[in-house]
C-alpha cells in the first residue's frame, strides 16, 4: 500500500509504527530527526527543506525497497517533512519492524542514511546574523556507495585519496 513519503505537514510518529501489524516482529526501530538550533557553531533560527518531489519520493520509495531486500524485514516506513521547520521540529522519521533488533537497527540506520545521501532534497539555514546557507548532504557511512539503492547520490567536493 502506497503511503506518503514527503509531508508539508507536521509528520505523526504513532501511525507510522503499526504495533498491531506484523505480529512475526519482535523488533521495532525508529529515528526521528529533528531540527537543532546549531550547525558548526553557528546558532541555527529555522529551516527550510525543499525538494524535487516526484524524484525526491521515487528515491524515498526505492530506498524503503532496497532496506526490506537487503535486511530481510517486512515493513519499513520513512517521512521526510518539506518546507518550513523550527527548532525541534521533526524533519525526518524512519521506522523499521524486523523479527530481531540487530536488522531493525541495522535497517533504520541504512534506510535514513540512504535518504539523506540520495534523495533530492535541499535544507537552507537561517542563522540567527541574518544569513543563511544551504547545507550540503552527506552521507555519515561509506559503504553506502557499494549497496545504495539508486544512483542519485550527492557527493562531496572534497577527495578520499
Not at 31 to 60: M, N, Q, S
Not at 100 to 116: G, L, M, P, S, T
Not at 154 to 160: A, R, W
Amino acid at each position: 500500500m502506497a503511503h506518503d513519503v514527503l509531508s508539508h505537514q507536521p509528520v505523526t510518529i504513532e501511525p507510522l509504527l503499526e504495533l498491531s501489524d506484523h505480529p512475526e516482529c519482535g523488533g521495532l526501530a525508529l529515528f526521528v530527526g529533528t531540527v537543532r538550533d546549531h550547525h558548526e557553531g553557528r546558532a541555527v533560527r529555522h529551516l527550510t527543506y525543499t525538494a524535487h518531489e516526484p524524484l525526491a519520493a521515487k528515491v524515498i520509495r526505492e530506498v524503503e525497497q532496497a532496506t526490506r531486500e537487503r535486511y530481510g524485514v517486512p515493513y519499513v516506513r520513512i517521512v521526510h517533512r518539506l518546507g518550513d521547520l523550527s527548532i525541534g521540529d521533526v524533519a525526518i522519521v524512519c521506522v523499521v519492524r524486523a523479527p530481531h533488533r540487530a536488522e531493525a537497527f541495522d535497517a533504520c540506520r541504512y534506510a535514513v542514511d540512504a535518504v539523506k545521501h540520495g534523495a533530492p532534497i535541499w535544507k537552507e539555514e537561517f542563522y540567527a546574523d541574518g544569513s543563511s546557507a544551504f547545507v550540503e548532504g552527506c552521507c555519515i557511512r561509506d559503504d553506502l556507495d557499494d549497496a545504495a539503492p539508486t544512483p542519485h547520490r550527492h557527493h562531496s567536493h572534497t577527495s578520499h585519496g
